[in-house]
C-alpha cells in the first residue's frame, strides 16, 4: 500500500481484556518498529524487527507485550491481562535503511496509530 | 542518553504570524528528524537533516550541531497548520536510534 496502515485505530478494552494490534507496513520495508504514545508524551520505543528478526525489545513495558512479525511483513502487538496504564496510542513505523552508519538514520513512515483505551 | 527539550509546549498564534519551535538536545547526533502530528492522527515526517538548513513550502528547519540546537520555523501561519510538533534525536543508541521530544502543540486561529 501507499502507507503504514494500522488497525484498529479505536480500542475500547475492559481491564484484563487482551488485545492484539496490527501493522501493515509498506511493501518491501526491511524495518518495523512499535512505539507506545501517552497523552502528552513523545513516542516512546518499544521493540524492532528487521525482516521477521525481533532484533531488539528492550522497550517492552512488561512480559505482558508481545509482538511478532512471523514473515517478515505484517506485524501485531498483542497485550495480554490489559491494565489501565496499558492506555496509549500505539504507533507503529517501518522505514529502510538510508545507507548510512547508524540504524536511527532510517528514513522512517508511520502509520497513525491505533489507540488503546483500557476501562 | 540524550535528553531532547522542546519550547515552548504549547503556543497558540494568529492565522499569518512566523512561528518558531525550538528544540535541543544534550548528546551528538547524526541527524534530527522534525515530525507532525494531527489530532486522531499518525505522524508524518517533515523533515531529517543533519546540517544547516532545509525548506519546503512554508516549513523552513535549521540546525546547529556545535550548539545541539535545532529550529522548525512556520511561515504565514495557517489554521491547518494546527497540529503537534515533535523532533526525534537521532544519535544511534537503541534500535531505531531516535529519542523524541514531548512535542509542541501549536494552534492557529484565524
Known amino acids: 500500500g501507499a502507507g503504514v496502515s494500522q488497525s484498529p485505530r479505536y480500542k475500547v478494552a475492559k481491564r484484563g481484556q487482551d488485545v492484539a494490534l496490527r501493522c501493515d507496513p509498506i511493501?518491501?520495508?526491511?524495518?518495523l518498529f512499535w512505539y507506545q504514545q501517552a497523552l502528552g508524551q513523545g513516542p516512546e520505543f518499544l521493540t524492532y524487527?528487521?525482516?521477521?528478526?525481533?532484533?531488539?525489545k528492550s522497550g517492552l513495558p512488561s512480559d505482558r507485550f508481545f509482538a511478532e512479525r512471523p514473515e517478515g511483513s505484517v506485524s501485531t502487538l498483542k497485550i495480554q491481562r490489559t491494565q489501565q496504564e496499558d492506555s496509549a496510542v500505539y504507533l507503529c513505523?517501518?522505514?529502510?535503511?538510508?545507507?548510512?552508519?547508524?540504524?536511527?538514520?532510517?528514513?522512517?513512515?508511520f502509520g497513525a496509530g491505533s489507540r488503546l483505551t483500557v476501562l | 542518553k540524550n535528553e531532547v527539550e522542546q519550547s515552548p509546549q504549547n503556543l497558540t498564534a494568529q492565522e499569518g504570524e512566523f512561528i518558531t519551535i525550538n528544540c535541543s538536545y544534550s548528546v551528538g547526533i547524526s541527524a534530527l528528524h522534525w515530525l507532525q502530528q494531527h489530532p486522531g492522527g499518525g505522524i508524518v515526517s517533515l523533515f531529517m537533516l543533519s546540517s544547516g538548513k532545509k525548506k519546503h513550502g512554508r516549513l523552513i528547519a535549521t540546525i546547529n550541531i556545535q550548539e545541539k540546537h535545532s529550529s522548525l520555523h512556520i511561515t504565514a501561519s495557517h489554521p491547518r497548520d494546527s497540529a503537534v510538533y515533535i523532533c526525534?534525536?537521532?544519535?544511534?543508541?537503541?534500535?531505531?536510534?531516535?529519542?523524541f521530544g514531548k512535542g509542541t502543540h501549536l494552534i492557529i486561529q484565524p
Open positions: 513505523a517501518s522505514g529502510v535503511f538510508s545507507g548510512t552508519v547508524f540504524p536511527g538514520a532510517n528514513v522512517l513512515t
Open positions: 526525534a534525536a537521532v544519535s544511534g543508541g537503541g534500535a531505531d536510534g531516535l529519542t
Open positions: 524487527f528487521q525482516n521477521e528478526a525481533q532484533l531488539d
Open positions: 511493501s518491501g520495508h526491511v524495518s
